[in-house]
């Protein structure tokens, strides 16, 4: 059973295509002067159409995680134990992510991460994961 893979839409192309290059894409917002994430087609808060893409470094820390012992899905049972995070990007939003490469063991609130490309070639799509900061 294959596992789920995001969709993209035409608001969030510009990330899966940045994803695709091995970088990271966001959306930047010069009316609350702060980056946003998910993409979205007006700026929260301010409703303004001034949202802008920018690259950003990917780097970021470690604010959340979770060791799933038993699969989250039938399609995730050969990924057990499953590692999830949640990841603040230095310049500010938040990611969902699975974390790979690393011992749950040594899974910390605050550790500092970096990007993982994990490419999908059959369904067309580059994922973003984490692994601990070298």
Request: glycine share 6%.
């Amino acid at each position: 059973m294959a596992r789920p893979v995001p969709l993209p839409t035409p608001t969030s192309a510009p990330f899966w295509d940045g994803l695709r290059r091995h970088e990271v894409w966001i959306q930047f917002s010069p009316s609350l002067d702060a980056y946003v994430f998910y993409p979205r087609v007006l700026a929260p808060g301010t409703l303004a159409d001034d949202l802008q893409w920018r690259q950003i470094s990917g780097a970021g820390t470690l604010v959340s995680f979770a060791v799933a012992q038993r699969p989250v899905a039938p399609q995730f049972a050969d990924a057990v134990p499953h590692l999830l995070g949640v990841v603040q990007w230095d310049e500010g939003p938040r990611l969902a992510t699975e974390l790979v490469d690393v011992d749950a063991a040594q899974l910390r609130v605050g550790m500092a991460v970096s990007p993982v490309f994990a490419e999908h070639p059959e369904a067309d799509i580059t994922l973003l994961h984490y692994t601990a900061a070298r």
